[in-house]
């Protein structure tokens, strides 16, 4: 979604991944001078920008959606999509016909293990689910401010401009997710590169089992990197690479097919990293603001005014604690 810059003097806050922890998110709103008022968080000069994944995994689901969309229908907020955003509506939509699955998600124990949480926590609600399942779709995939842009995980341009001349809203249909069934087709590439982020194989067909127990072909990578020359300088991702991949070098091929968002593009704001340590940029004009809350890290805030560098005060956040 394509708007105008910052409008009438208000200022802008970016906030990263929620996942469930509702309790966490009203601490850090209040803390940046956000109040209740009606039912609804407001800012008198401001407004919050989310960056996706709003559920799965933590205590408070049900309460984070409220919230959220609570703030986004009363114009005190805007939303993108999350890459658990859209899990969730894969999963809950049939498949098209031919395409060899029944759902475009299909129900998978890795699937079913991602979005448990939230589905244990939905079950006494069904209207409810029902209802968040269509907001989703009203989620763009990226926002646009001209000085400063938003997307879940990954900004490519060469994805971005064909999807956004369908698209000018942002927002994706029924018939684009269904699209998507179709593996390597541009519904599938536009979802997979925005909302998941750039990745990497494994040389030789190689696994490593993640943090969370999950068994990765691949590895996240950076978009920015100008000069990598080996697996190591690209890897974006808690889990570190077995010593002998990250001293790989890189081959020419490899160097030639990467994505690199310029140091001289607007600042991005991404969030779906899990970061670690105190929240900082990665280069002056970008910044994750996922700092793995709900594994009792960090809700992570930018405070934007304006400014064309990301500034390393305008970072706030609230630590979470085991109850969040």
């Not at 698209?167 to 590169?193: C, K």
């Not at 999950?214 to 890897?235: C, I, N, S």
């Not at 670690?276 to 994750?288: F, S, T, V, W, Y």
């Amino acid at each position: 979604m394509i708007q105008d810059g910052l409008h009438s003097g208000r200022g802008y806050d970016v906030i990263g991944d929620i996942h469930g922890c509702a309790h966490t998110l009203e601490r850090l709103l209040e803390n940046m001078g956000y109040s209740r008022q009606q039912g609804v968080w407001r800012h008198p000069q401001r407004q919050a920008l989310f960056l996706g994944d709003i559920i799965d995994r933590g205590p408070r689901i049900r309460e984070s959606l409220h919230l959220v969309h609570d703030m986004v229908d009363a114009g005190s907020a805007q939303c993108i999509m999350g890459n658990h955003e859209i899990n969730a509506l894969a999963w809950s939509t049939p498949a098209p016909a031919g395409s060899g699955k029944q759902f475009i998600r299909e129900h998978t124990d890795r699937s079913r293990r991602q979005l448990q949480a939230t589905l244990e926590q939905m079950a006494a609600w069904p209207d409810e689910w029902a209802y968040f399942l269509d907001w989703f779709y009203t989620l763009p995939l990226f926002i646009d401010l001209g000085d400063i842009r938003l997307v879940h995980a990954c900004w490519d341009e060469s994805l971005i401009r064909p999807f956004a001349a369908q698209y000018p809203d942002g927002r994706i249909d029924r018939e684009f997710l269904e699209s998507a069934a179709r593996y390597g087709g541009f519904a599938s590439q536009v979802l997979e590169r925005l909302l998941r982020g750039s990745e990497m194989r494994l040389p030789h067909g190689g696994k490593m089992i993640s943090k969370d127990g999950l068994v990765r072909h691949t590895f996240r990578t950076k978009f920015w990197e100008e000069a990598p020359q080996t697996y190591g300088d690209l890897v974006f991702q808690p889990d570190a690479l077995p010593e002998d991949v990250a001293a790989r070098p890189l081959t020419d091929s490899q160097k030639a097919e990467l994505l690199i968002y310029g140091s001289n593009e607007p600042i991005l704001f991404v969030g779906h990293y899990w970061q670690q340590g105190e929240p900082h940029p990665i280069r002056p004009n970008l910044a994750c603001l996922d700092y793995s809350a709900v594994k009792y890290g960090k809700l992570v805030a930018y405070r934007w005014d304006g400014e064309h560098r990301l500034n390393r005060d305008h970072f706030v956040w609230v630590d979470v604690p085991r109850l969040a």
